[in-house]
């Protein structure tokens, strides 16, 4: 809370998505690419294939101007992106890997500067020598990878560091050598769908068809050191995150799945394409197989940002930039004396430290849907509760008028109408409506939390009770406080409701 | 522009380490002018390749794609200096915020920034002129040219330094009395024996010269920052917790990346060329 907050009018995650899924997609390129130029490099020379030799000249053309460009310059947009948006989290990063950073900063260097001699010494060095830079090159940009997967891993399972804040606990913490190997065949599968690209290019005949085969088993090689060590990754997250991620949040998991579907799709397009009829690789497919690429390692990434949460760093610090040792110390003085820079609207800059880090009012993660139509009251109560509504929320841990002042604020972006009239809804259907916005967030139908079986066979009289004391059947339940409109109408809806779940 | 870009983030990480309370704020409220440096670089990386690639081929509409290309680089160097000037003034910086938090807000203290951006372009242009003599030595034209441009181009970013010390105002006295004044002076008189040098064709003393001038004038920025921050914030006031084995690791590697490099070079320049279809 000692900075300011950038209140984009877009969700955090889709920025931060746009540029470091496509940063990650080119520096793995940048990093496996390497190794298949140069090992082909030493085929096409050892067996005199001049087709292949062409080939993989235009391909380090293509090398060059994507990773030295839009790679290096995306990974420097990351560092601007996450400064902008959590200013607190990448300070705490650097101030405990600092040297780690600098160290990876060198192979940087190494790196830069071995791709472009690579680049322009196709025709301007000697066959060994060239090689020669292409393996510098290649291990350079691995280490980096060494050393920038101990951060990226830190984050999720900082583990030992927790306790004894040491750096080598933070660095080779328990998902570090799963996602370096998983990682290390990321950049093998990589190579070989850009390779796939520039090779569907070629003409027609034999040298492509055996080149587009060829190019066809990095990829397959890399899957098939990516996918087991996906599950040695998973399986290397401590279990309570797992299942609590099982459980209760559907965004990490539904993400994993889809990894696993575009995965089965560029293995299939491999096959077909690479294996069975690799004369048939156009530039088309080639594009499709990138997209199903990036569709899987993006999906990959999304998991892993989303599984953490509630937190940016797993156990130190809440995905808000609360650090989680502050906790007592707000829950005495509340946040707004503790935020630096204010905007002279106490509850909007409450809502920003507190809730927008994730929320937007419309778009993505929008609250006006989730709050139109309902009372101020009802809303502070969700903000007191935020926890314990899907389980990967951070607690609100201001004072009751300080989660009273960000209900207030955002009251002031809702349909202040009643919900029968926004949703034009009566009866059932509007007790149904208003069971989502009311009870539906912490008790889904046939989800975490359902307690369908134990509201059915009641009668109107039980049901009115019931709502009357909402607020004592358990900590963080909200009171009801909608009219007698909303009511009755609840009432109706809890009316319909059958053993068993459902309707 | 890979090595310059490159060798730009090891400041950018030292920068975040010993000033985050002054250097985020001043970008976040500036968020989008900061973060269009990223396009708008990679723009320019692209316009420069097509130039280069263009002028390879021996089109002289190449030279069309440098205007482009200067404009996003001075853009950046404005951002740069708006941003990090601003960071030196958490007033300023509190009060564009309650102004607005969407990261639309321009650093309107111009008069604090200009001479020293200007100060900046006109200093990049004189090294660009020191290397394009020095790579073009063997050329009369191309050397001509290059003194021309690091003679006035040095001319040039000495009066615009000089009206940024003038602009200090208050602050002037001080940094003059610190030990600024030294590293000021050396620097100046290290930039005037580069030009010496330069014009002797002794490029490896002068470029050594520029590089320490250079050097000074990093040190007295520095010095003035202390001042502008005084009674905010002291970087000598950090609680250190020092991490000897990474550090030596960094220490290691750094040597191991200076050597590769040198190695790397000379097996680039080693190569006779007598025969370069052999080579592929």
Request: net charge positive; proline share 5%; with cysteine.
């Given at each position: 809370m000692e900075y300011p907050f950038w209140d984009l009018q877009i969700g955090y995650g889709i920025l931060i998505a746009g540029i470091a899924v496509l940063h990650v997609f080119i520096s793995h390129f940048a990093i496996g690419g390497g190794l298949f130029l140069v090992i082909n490099e030493r085929a096409a020379r050892k067996t005199g294939d001049a087709h292949r030799l062409v080939f993989l000249q235009r391909l380090s053309k293509l090398f060059a101007l994507v990773t030295l460009v839009t790679g290096a310059l995306t990974g420097v947009g990351i560092?601007?992106?996450?400064?902008?948006?959590?200013?607190?989290?990448?300070?705490?990063?650097?101030?405990?890997?600092?040297?780690?950073?600098?160290?990876?900063?060198?192979?940087?260097?190494?790196?830069?500067?071995?791709?472009?001699?690579?680049f322009y010494g196709w025709k301007h060095m000697?066959?060994?020598?060239?090689?020669?830079?292409?393996?510098?090159?290649?291990?350079?940009?691995?280490?980096?990878?060494?050393?920038?997967?101990?951060?990226?891993?830190?984050?999720?399972?900082?583990?030992?560091?927790?306790?004894?804040?040491?750096?080598?606990?933070?660095?080779?913490?328990?998902?570090?050598?799963?996602?370096?190997?998983?990682?290390?065949?990321?950049?093998?599968?990589?190579?070989?769908?850009?390779?796939?690209?520039?090779?569907?290019?070629?003409?027609?005949?034999?040298?492509?068809?055996?080149?587009?085969?060829?190019?066809?088993?990095?990829?397959?090689?890399?899957?098939?050191?990516?996918?087991?060590?996906?599950?040695?990754?998973?399986?290397?997250?401590?279990?309570?995150?797992?299942?609590?991620?099982?459980?209760?949040l559907p965004t990490p998991i539904a993400a994993l799945h889809l990894s696993y579907w575009f995965a089965g799709i560029v293995a299939a397009l491999l096959v077909l394409f690479g294996l069975i009829a690799p004369g048939k690789l156009r530039v088309p497919v080639a594009l499709v197989l990138m997209a199903m690429g990036l569709g899987w390692f993006g999906s990959f990434e999304w998991f892993r940002e989303a599984v953490r949460k509630p937190y940016i760093i797993v156990g130190y610090m809440y995905g808000n930039g609360i650090e989680v040792a502050d906790a007592d110390r707000y829950r005495k003085e509340g946040y707004l004396s503790a935020i630096s820079y204010r905007s002279g609207d106490d509850g909007a800059d409450l809502f920003r430290h507190a809730c927008r880090s994730c929320h937007a009012m419309t778009g993505y993660k929008a609250l006006k849907p989730a709050f139109d139509g309902v009372d101020r009251p009802f809303i502070a109560a969700i903000i007191k509760g935020a926890h314990l509504l899907k389980g990967n929320m951070p607690p609100f841990l201001g004072t009751a008028s300080e989660a009273d002042a960000i209900a207030a604020h955002i009251e002031t972006g809702l349909d202040r109408r009643h919900i029968s009239a926004i949703y034009g809804l009566q009866g059932v259907a509007l007790g149904q409506t208003i069971f989502e916005i009311r009870c539906g967030r912490c008790h889904p139908m046939g989800g975490r939390g359902d307690k369908t079986t134990s509201l059915t066979g009641l009668t109107r009289e039980d049901y009115s009770n019931l709502l009357d004391n909402a607020a004592d059947m358990g900590v963080g339940m909200p009171a009801f406080t909608g009219d007698k409109i909303e009511r009755e109408a609840l009432i109706d809806y809890f009316m319909t409701l059958k053993a068993g779940g459902g309707k | 522009m890979a090595a310059t870009v490159t060798l730009g983030v090891a400041p950018l990480l030292f920068?975040?380490?010993?000033?985050?309370?002054?250097?985020?704020?001043?970008?976040?409220?500036?968020?989008?002018?900061?973060?269009?440096?990223?396009?708008?670089?990679?723009?320019?990386?692209?316009?420069?390749?097509?130039?280069?690639?263009?002028?390879?081929?021996?089109?002289?509409?190449?030279?069309?794609?440098?205007?482009?290309?200067?404009?996003?680089?001075?853009?950046?160097?404005?951002?740069?200096?708006?941003?990090?000037?601003?960071?030196?003034?958490?007033?300023?910086?509190?009060?564009?915020?309650?102004?607005?938090?969407?990261?639309?807000?321009?650093?309107?203290?111009?008069?604090?920034?200009?001479?020293?951006?200007?100060?900046?372009?006109?200093?990049?242009?004189?090294?660009?002129?020191?290397?394009?003599?020095?790579?073009?030595?063997?050329?009369?034209?191309?050397?001509?040219?290059?003194?021309?441009?690091?003679?006035?181009?040095?001319?040039?970013?000495?009066?615009?330094?000089?009206?940024?010390?003038?602009?200090?105002?208050?602050?002037?006295?001080?940094?003059?009395?610190?030990?600024?004044?030294?590293?000021?002076?050396?620097?100046?008189?290290l930039s005037l024996g580069s030009l010496h040098l330069y014009f002797k064709r002794r490029f490896l003393l002068a470029g050594v010269a520029l590089f320490a001038s250079l050097l000074l004038m990093v040190i007295t920025r520095h010095e003035l920052r202390l001042l502008v921050l005084q009674g905010t914030f002291d970087p000598a006031a950090w609680r250190v917790a020092p991490q000897w084995a990474a550090f030596l690791i960094f220490l290691v590697s750094f040597a191991v990346a200076a050597v590769l490099v040198v190695y790397m070079l000379r097996l680039f320049f080693s190569f006779s060329g007598s025969d370069p279809e052999n080579a592929i």
């Open positions: 560092w601007f992106c996450i400064g902008l948006l959590s200013p607190a989290a990448v300070a705490v990063l650097i101030h405990n890997f600092v040297w780690m950073w600098a160290t990876e900063w060198t192979f940087f260097v190494v790196e830069i500067m071995a791709a472009i001699l690579y000697a066959p060994a020598d060239h090689m020669k830079i292409g393996w510098i090159y290649f291990w350079a940009a691995w280490l980096s990878l060494f050393v920038i997967n101990g951060i990226i891993t830190f984050m999720l399972t900082p583990a030992a560091w927790l306790v004894t804040g040491r750096l080598w606990n933070g660095f080779f913490n328990p998902t570090f050598w799963p996602s370096l190997i998983m990682r290390t065949g990321v950049c093998v599968m990589l190579a070989g769908l850009y390779a796939l690209l520039v090779a569907a290019g070629l003409k027609p005949g034999e040298s492509k068809a055996r080149i587009v085969r060829q190019t066809a088993w990095w990829g397959l090689c890399g899957l098939a050191i990516a996918l087991p060590s996906l599950y040695w990754y998973w399986k290397a997250i401590p279990a309570a995150v797992t299942a609590a991620a099982i459980q209760g | 920068l975040q380490l010993v000033y985050p309370l002054q250097m985020y704020p001043a970008s976040i409220v500036s968020a989008w002018f900061f973060l269009l440096i990223i396009p708008a670089v990679i723009l320019v990386y692209y316009l420069l390749y097509a130039a280069a690639f263009c002028l390879k081929g021996g089109k002289p509409a190449g030279t069309g794609w440098l205007w482009p290309a200067l404009l996003g680089l001075l853009y950046v160097s404005l951002v740069y200096s708006s941003v990090f000037s601003m960071a030196e003034h958490p007033d300023l910086i509190r009060q564009l915020y309650a102004r607005g938090q969407g990261g639309f807000q321009w650093n309107p203290a111009a008069g604090d920034y200009a001479f020293r951006w200007l100060h900046m372009v006109l200093g990049a242009l004189t090294v660009g002129g020191f290397f394009a003599g020095v790579l073009g030595a063997k050329d009369a034209g191309i050397f001509s040219a290059g003194k021309k441009i690091f003679a006035y181009g040095m001319a040039a970013a000495g009066a615009a330094g000089l009206a940024y010390l003038l602009s200090l105002g208050d602050l002037l006295g001080p940094l003059m009395r610190s030990r600024a004044i030294w590293a000021l002076t050396v620097g100046v008189v």
